[in-house]
């Protein structure tokens, strides 16, 4: 079964071993993705603003000082970005981002994929293969 390599995530993390368990759970349910940094509210206009498609925000709303949430309220009055699936992937033990889905720091990897792949919009995957397919039914709510 083939999937999709046309994944292309926005993180909002300043911390790179964010960015590597992202495109680690990625690689262990067999796929990959474009991972952008978006760094402050400047960064975060112009990745919306560029030629990439963003598929999905990953923002811990506690990076760089706390200016995540601040980033993310960009992203969201934005015209590009105000229906963009948004991860929360932080620490901080808070259970509700405004109906975004949240993650706690550290995960294991099945559950981030999964999470991952269950925001993702429909379509974004041509064909999931039997561990990705795997991961979304490990790391959904009802499991």
Known sequence: MSTSQNITLALIDENPRTRWEIVAALLGVGLTAKVISIENQQSAREVL?????????????????????????????HSAGKHLPLLIYSSCGKKNWGGAVCVPKPAHSVQLAGAILRCLPRGRLSMLSPLAARAIALSSPTS
């Open 49 to 77: 603003s560029g030629e990439e498609r963003i598929d999905l925000i990953i923002a811990d709303p506690f990076a760089f000082l706390g200016h995540g949430v601040e980033i993310i309220a960009t992203i969201r009055t």
